[in-house]
DNA sequence: CAGTATTTTCAAAAATTATTGAAATTATTG
DNA sequence: CAATAATTTCAATAATTTTTGAAAATACTG
């Protein structure tokens, strides 16, 4: 298979992924599209090579760049903004994990942060009050962890995980 | 806070997230129901508690059931089937990392095992090669822990990660 | 500054995903 | 086995999310 040929493929696999990841298609898709550029590219390049509109280009473009995973690049001579990926997975993965966080995990803390005092001294509250509490330990730990991923040194989470997995 | 007014904004909250974390709405506010209850539902409870229809509280059970959050329960004397969710956090929490990683994380390796073989010599085959090659190893080694996590016994994640942010 | 290039916005349209509800199927009871 | 209860299915509909494309805004250039 050739670079042509794993490009394609590459950023229809990412593409169709999208949705089970919690992003657009095309976001996705730009994404990979971006990982796979030896050089900056425009939305021109995007919308062309991707076959989508500029307003979807414009929007997803800006959404990659807000998440870090894409920056705009100057190329001398040349008008049109370019954008780059930031192609090291070790750099990109924990800014994906902090949006992540962010969306998924912090509002189900902020929210069992309260709920776990439920009151009452049946059996019933009383059980609830274990569930959530115990949903609420476990997110916290979840959280903490995350939190050490996304702002630690860039081999933390690779030297930890290898030596727990050894 | 009361026990019930606890109940439906969990519900809510659980269920508003839902997106987020990929399951329908519904799915995640019969998992929150269920884990409020303090007694085995039927699909008629649901109905009216959650305000939907049939066919779509016995899809989203029957999702649940096959998720193995929740179980079907027999009670004495009654006709209809009873559910009831798995509480304990250590327990579901490790069913829903099986589900997701088979979704999100299992098509991503399987793809990539064999685009990082990308073949040519130019700068940008390489480049590509080292790209989708890192990402690679990346998501491997998230796959180990989590089947580790997935399949170990119960208290290991806890405690590792436990020892590992003290 | 006027003219042109580029980027952004956003209402409307399209695509996708979830829900309904009634009919079909399956299970239970006497 | 007939009658009834309970569950499942699925085509139609509704709700949600994404995309388009043209107009508005902004940024350059000479």
Redesign the interface.
């Known amino acids: ?3 042509d040929e ?2 394609e ?2 950023i229809q ?1 990412w593409g169709s ?1 999208a ?4 992003v657009s298609k095309t976001m996705a898709s730009i994404h990979a599209y971006l ?2 550029s ?1 050089e900056p590219k425009t939305t021109d390049d995007i919308m062309s090579d991707l076959q989508i509109s500029r307003g979807n280009a414009n929007m997803n473009v800006r959404a990659l760049v807000d998440w870090g995973l894409v920056r705009k690049v100057s190329i001398a001579g040349e008008r049109m903004d370019h954008y780059e990926a930031d ?4 750099s990109f ?1 924990p800014k994906i994990a902090r949006e992540r966080r962010k ?2 995990l912090e ?2 803390i902020e ?1 069992l942060k ?2 776990r ?4 001294r ?4 009383k ?2 009050k ?3 509490g ?2 609420y ?2 997110a916290m ?2 959280d ?2 995350l939190r ?1 991923y996304i702002q630690g040194e860039k081999g933390w989470l ?1 030297r ?3 030596k ?2 050894k």
């Open positions: 298979m050739n670079y794993t490009r493929e590459f696999v992924l949705s089970s990841w919690g990982l796979s030896a192609k090291d997975v070790h993965a969306r998924e509002p189900i929210q309260s709920l005092k439920v009151e009452g049946t059996a019933e509250a059980e609830l274990k569930t959530l115990g949903i330990d476990f730990l979840g903490q962890f050490r690779t930890t995980l290898s727990l997995l």
